[in-house]
């Protein structure tokens, strides 16, 4: 597994609770374009997302600490635009939630997401846009900026 300095990490602010954070990370359908099927709310539960034939992978929440933290591990993945199309099994995507002076800042890892996999490139160019715009703007404005992407 990388180190904690290879896995792709995001960063920000908002002046928004950690509980508005968190309950904003966990509306998946209002930030992540795709279709999602399954509960994204419940420790233990098991859901997909799908954009058309480009991106399908499957997560089991691991953990969920209100206004603290989100974990969703993926357990199944299939990616047609790299060779490894398999390249996200095992990975964990890490949503961490703490104040910091009067605001909350989210920072969001993909553990095993790292320079040296395939898909680096257009995963990280994607979760930025979903990080940093989508979910920015369903945290602070109450709408999202969805787009299509992988």
Not at 60 to 73: A, F, S
Not at 78 to 96: A, C, P
Not at 113 to 136: N, Q
Request: some cysteine.
């Amino acid at each position: 597994m990388p180190t904690k300095d290879e896995n792709y990490t995001i960063a920000f602010l908002v002046d928004q609770t950690p509980r508005e954070v968190y309950d904003a990370v966990n509306n998946v359908r209002a930030w992540w374009t795709g279709e999602i099927t399954g509960r994204t709310d419940r420790v233990g539960s098991e859901w997909t997302y799908r954009y058309e034939e480009i991106h399908r992978s499957t997560q089991r929440i691991t953990e969920l600490t209100p206004g603290k933290r989100v974990v969703w591990h993926v357990i199944d993945s299939q990616l047609s635009f790299v060779k490894d199309r398999t390249e996200w099994n095992g990975t964990d995507i890490v949503f961490d939630i703490a104040p910091k002076g009067r605001q909350t800042e989210l920072r969001f890892t993909h553990v095993g997401l790292a320079p040296k996999v395939e898909c680096y490139t257009g995963c990280s160019d994607a979760w930025r846009f979903y990080i940093r715009d989508s979910l920015r703007n369903l945290i602070t404005k109450g709408s999202s900026r969805r787009r299509s992407a992988k």
